[in-house]
């Protein structure tokens, strides 16, 4: 199947900065979605020294979180690393790995940031907008903000601010281990992400669907 490009992607870092400014307007940060039966980790690794970057997307039924489909695209690296622009770089190969798959998933974990960006236009949020799926945020480290230390028990969390605003969650997804980084990015509000992130994790850190698409983009 064939996704949409809102934009083109032969830009440079400043008319990146504009188009994610100019994207932010358009994002749904409340519940808008159905039933859930299909479940997708999303993630990115590179190969050939960084030139290639291989995008994974891993499809996990619901409520069984048994792996029913799977895709990998290579694509050549176009645009620089440049923090906050994560999404530039990665996306078209994740768009790519997408249009594999016989059946769009109907909500994407998305290892990276939602909301908690600089420009509140994370690689969930800008992913969740060109693919219109609910899309959240599954950061393993802090991009920004601030934050008390969340509780030590299982699915313990605080929120993580930028100012006054709450723009993610810090959640302890099991028992005595580093906490993750969740964000919304599309279609989903904050408290929403943070449930189905718990509800896609079972005996490790991460949720089985990012667990799933880190071997993929590992390779």
Not at 26 to 47: K, N, S, T, W, Y
Not at 102 to 113: I, T
Not at 133 to 157: M, N
Not at 160 to 165: I, K, N, V, Y
Request: one cysteine or more.
């Amino acid at each position: 199947m064939k996704l949409e490009h809102l934009h083109p992607w032969n830009l440079t870092p400043k008319e990146a900065i504009a188009v994610q400014r100019e994207l932010r307007n358009h994002l749904i940060l409340h519940d808008d979605f159905g039933e859930v039966r299909r479940v997708a980790g999303v993630d990115c690794g590179f190969e050939q020294g960084g030139s290639v970057i291989r995008a994974a997307v891993a499809v996990l039924s619901f409520p069984g979180l048994e792996p029913v489909e799977q895709a990998v695209a290579h694509l050549a690296t176009a645009f620089p690393y440049v923090p906050g622009l994560l999404s530039f770089r990665e996306i078209p190969a994740v768009l790519a790995a997408l249009e594999k798959l016989a059946v769009l998933p109907d909500l994407l974990l998305v290892d990276g940031q939602g909301l908690a960006h600089p420009r509140r236009l994370g690689i969930a949020c800008h992913l969740g907008l060109l693919t219109n799926l609910p899309a959240l945020g599954v950061g393993k480290t802090r991009l920004i903000g601030s934050h008390e230390e969340p509780p030590q028990c299982r699915g313990g969390w605080v929120p993580l601010m930028d100012g006054q605003e709450r723009i993610g969650a810090v959640l302890r997804s099991r028992a005595g281990v580093k906490p993750l980084f969740i964000s919304a990015g599309h279609r989903i509000n904050l408290e929403s992400s943070v449930d189905w992130v718990m509800r896609c994790t079972t005996h490790y850190r991460l949720p089985e669907t990012t667990r799933h698409a880190h071997r993929l983009a590992s390779g």
